[in-house]
């Protein structure tokens, strides 16, 4: 069959050329490189963030992100409370001093000692609270009160079992019942005595700020300086703390002493110097000091109450002695100010 005359000659159709992208569809396949590859990068940085995580972990026992996250909702509820209601601010004083008291009574019984819990949280209550509803003599009568108190009845309520118990455990439960008063309401009740002061709202939170910079500071210093415990600072009472870490806290502690001295206390920058510095030391004092108790309790951590940071006692055991100390400033710099 023959085909039509010209149709072999005809010369072939050329391809058509593609269409040019439009340019949204342009638009959407660079969007989804650019978000492919920042999740790339979020994944790696997060898989870096918890490699550390895990290391500081291993190495403090410590959930570090836990712990930032726990301290800046405190911290955020701190400060708002200092700075908008100072009420507010002892109602949450004194909740932390009942709870902190709960604490160290759970941790003795814990240890062996026969401590008793209601008398200690209604004798610390008012303790506590004389240090802002009273005048400053009647808290020294208040923590008298309660001392006397705590020890009569543990005597008492020991007499009335008669469980055998030697008489020198006897007595050592009652200088525990002592030393509970003496360590948590009293120092709490110096605290709320600065808050009650003129401007105490900022005195306490300059205590504050110094103290957090300066065990900030001992971790971070440790950690980066100080691995392996390369020159422990008191090794029979904390094995981990070490004079690098030391170091850092001193730093901070004066840099934050100068910078709250001046722009909110009002104090010249030597004054402020002298805050960071006092503040140091009594918070490193307090930091040793409960450490040793932990040790003589056997126990790593007062409670697990604060997720990231142990118990209420683990926080408070920089500041309770540092309020004494920050009171005494207040008394002898505050002249400063005005003059």
Same mark, same amino acid.
């Given at each position: 069959?023959? @085909?039509?005359?010209?149709?072999?000659? /005809?010369?072939?159709?050329?391809?058509?050329?593609?269409?040019?992208?439009?340019?949204?569809?342009?638009?959407?396949?660079?969007?989804?490189?650019?978000?492919?590859?920042?999740?790339?990068?979020?994944?790696?940085?997060?898989?870096?963030?918890?490699?550390?995580?895990?290391?500081?972990?291993?190495? @403090?026992?410590?959930?570090?992100?836990?712990?930032?996250?726990?301290?800046?909702?405190?911290?955020?509820?701190?400060?708002?409370?200092?700075?908008?209601?100072?009420?507010?601010?002892?109602?949450?004083?004194? /909740?932390?001093?009942?709870?902190?008291?709960?604490?160290?009574?759970?941790? &003795?019984?814990?240890?062996?000692?026969?401590?008793?819990?209601?008398?200690?949280?209604?004798?610390?209550?008012? %303790?506590?609270?004389?240090? =802002?509803?009273?005048?400053?003599?009647?808290?020294? *009568?208040?923590?008298?009160?309660?001392?006397?108190?705590?020890?009569?009845?543990?005597?008492?309520?020991?007499?009335?079992?008669?469980?055998?118990? @030697?008489?020198?455990?006897?007595?050592?439960?009652?200088?525990?019942?002592?030393?509970?008063?003496? =360590? *948590?309401?009293?120092?709490?009740?110096?605290?709320?005595?600065?808050?009650?002061?003129?401007?105490?709202?900022?005195?306490?939170?300059?205590?504050?700020?110094?103290?957090?910079?300066?065990?900030?500071?001992?971790?971070?210093?440790?950690?980066?300086?100080?691995?392996?415990?390369?020159?422990?600072?008191?090794?029979?009472?904390?094995?981990?703390? @070490?004079?690098?870490?030391?170091?850092?806290?001193?730093?901070?502690?004066?840099?934050?002493?100068?910078? *709250?001295?001046? =722009? +909110?206390?009002?104090?010249?920058?030597?004054?402020?110097?002298?805050?960071?510095?006092? %503040?140091?030391?009594?918070?490193?004092?307090?930091?040793?000091?409960?450490? &040793?108790?932990?040790?003589?309790?056997?126990?790593?951590? +007062?409670?697990?109450?604060?997720?990231?940071?142990?118990?209420?006692?683990?926080?408070?055991?920089?500041? %309770?002695?540092?309020?004494?100390?920050?009171?005494?400033? =207040?008394?002898?710099?505050?002249? &400063?100010?005005?003059?």
């Amino acid at each position: 069959m023959s @085909t039509p005359s010209g149709d072999d000659d /005809a010369p072939p159709i050329p391809p058509r050329p593609p269409l040019p992208p439009r340019t949204g569809d342009n638009l959407q396949s660079q969007w989804q490189a650019k978000k492919a590859e920042l999740e790339t990068h979020v994944s790696h940085a997060r898989d870096q963030l918890d490699l550390a995580n895990e290391r500081i972990k291993e190495r @403090t026992g410590r959930d570090l992100v836990v712990a930032i996250g726990v301290g800046l909702l405190i911290g955020g509820v701190m400060l708002a409370s200092l700075l908008f209601a100072k009420w507010s601010f002892v109602v949450i004083g004194l /909740a932390v001093i009942l709870l902190a008291v709960w604490e160290l009574v759970l941790a &003795l019984r814990n240890g062996g000692r026969k401590v008793d819990l209601w008398p200690h949280l209604v004798l610390g209550a008012g %303790l506590a609270a004389s240090g =802002y509803f009273a005048d400053p003599w009647l808290c020294w *009568v208040m923590l008298f009160v309660a001392v006397f108190g705590v020890i009569v009845w543990r005597l008492m309520a020991q007499m009335i079992v008669k469980d055998g118990r @030697t008489y020198g455990d006897v007595l050592t439960d009652a200088a525990a019942a002592g030393f509970i008063q003496a =360590y *948590v309401p009293f120092l709490g009740a110096i605290v709320l005595m600065l808050l009650h002061q003129p401007r105490g709202e900022w005195w306490v939170l300059a205590l504050i700020v110094v103290v957090v910079v300066a065990d900030t500071c001992a971790y971070a210093s440790g950690l980066l300086f100080g691995r392996g415990g390369r020159h422990p600072m008191a090794p029979r009472i904390s094995p981990k703390k @070490t004079w690098e870490g030391f170091a850092g806290a001193v730093l901070g502690s004066l840099v934050a002493g100068v910078l *709250v001295g001046v =722009y +909110m206390l009002g104090l010249p920058w030597w004054a402020g110097l002298v805050l960071g510095a006092a %503040l140091v030391a009594s918070a490193t004092i307090g930091d040793l000091g409960e450490s &040793l108790l932990k040790r003589d309790l056997g126990i790593k951590d +007062m409670s697990s109450w604060i997720p990231g940071h142990g118990g209420l006692l683990d926080r408070l055991d920089s500041m %309770l002695p540092s309020a004494v100390v920050a009171l005494a400033l =207040y008394v002898l710099l505050t002249p &400063l100010v005005a003059a």
